[in-house]
């Protein structure tokens, strides 16, 4: 049973477009939901969080739109560029519990 | 320089080997992961620790184990029991707060081959 279902797999935009990965998730005793960056060969690092008591969170080009009655969140990267062509994973986490669900990531490529 | 080292970078065994991937990190972290990344699956959690001498199987435990001896390490041997062992195996740390928002910091991953 997959818990965070991600779209799109891969998404191909033009240098100063915005990118748009969405994600939904099943649990809603799910009370965190990171998004995590990872470039080839390289381990994943966090880029933006959100908790559902917020509906929006931006950092720079960065923002986490959430709906919790429909259960989905989405990551928009404004004016995207070169540098940020990357594989994106969605997360979720719940309560006391250390474990992080992933969604099976989306392929991000910006071209120039 | 603070953070989590895995080594090696990549790692060759053949069938019928066990072999043991190594994790260490200087953070101060009572919490220690391991995931196995395949292409198009996603982070699967394999074990995790909360503190020293205590871990707990995650979704894909058959065919692995693991110790923790020691705060800052928290190596994973692939037993010649796992079917499928050619993956990306990422370790993760995090402070241990027991709550959602305890951030999971990655290491550069250990790629593994089977011949």
């Known amino acids: 049973q997959q818990q965070v279902k991600q779209s799109p797999q891969s998404l191909i935009v033009q240098k100063g477009g915005i990118s748009i990965i969405n994600c939904a998730y099943e649990?809603?005793?799910?009370?965190?939901f990171p998004w995590y960056q990872q470039f080839p060969g390289k381990g994943p690092a966090l880029l933006i969080a959100?908790?559902?008591?917020?509906s929006e969170k931006k950092e720079g080009r960065f923002t986490i739109s959430f709906n919790k009655s429909a259960k989905q969140f989405s990551l928009h990267i404004m004016d995207s560029q070169p540098g940020d062509s990357a594989t994106y994973f969605c997360?979720?986490?719940?309560?006391?519990?250390?474990?992080?669900?992933f969604g099976k990531g989306t392929l991000l490529t910006v071209n120039p | 320089d603070g953070g989590i080292t895995q080594s090696p970078k990549y790692l060759f065994r053949k069938e019928g080997q066990n072999v043991t991937l190594s994790c260490e990190q200087n953070?101060?972290?009572?919490?220690m992961y391991w995931y196995r990344q395949d292409p198009g699956q996603g982070l699967r959690l394999i074990y995790y620790?909360?503190?020293?001498?205590?871990?707990q199987k995650g979704d894909i435990a058959e065919g692995y184990s693991v110790s923790r001896e020691k705060k800052e390490s928290f190596p994973l041997t692939v037993t010649s029991a796992q079917k499928n062992p050619t993956a990306f195996y990422l370790c993760?740390?995090?402070?241990?707060?027991?709550?959602?928002?305890?951030?999971?910091?990655f290491g550069p991953g250990t790629r593994l081959t089977v011949l």
């Open positions: 959100i908790r559902p008591d917020v």
């Open positions: 620790s909360q503190i020293v001498n205590d871990f």
């Open positions: 649990n809603t005793a799910f009370d965190y």
């Open positions: 953070l101060n972290h009572d919490a």
């Open positions: 997360a979720a986490s719940k309560g006391s519990n250390y474990k992080l669900t």
């Open positions: 993760a740390s995090s402070i241990g707060t027991a709550t959602s928002t305890d951030t999971q910091y």
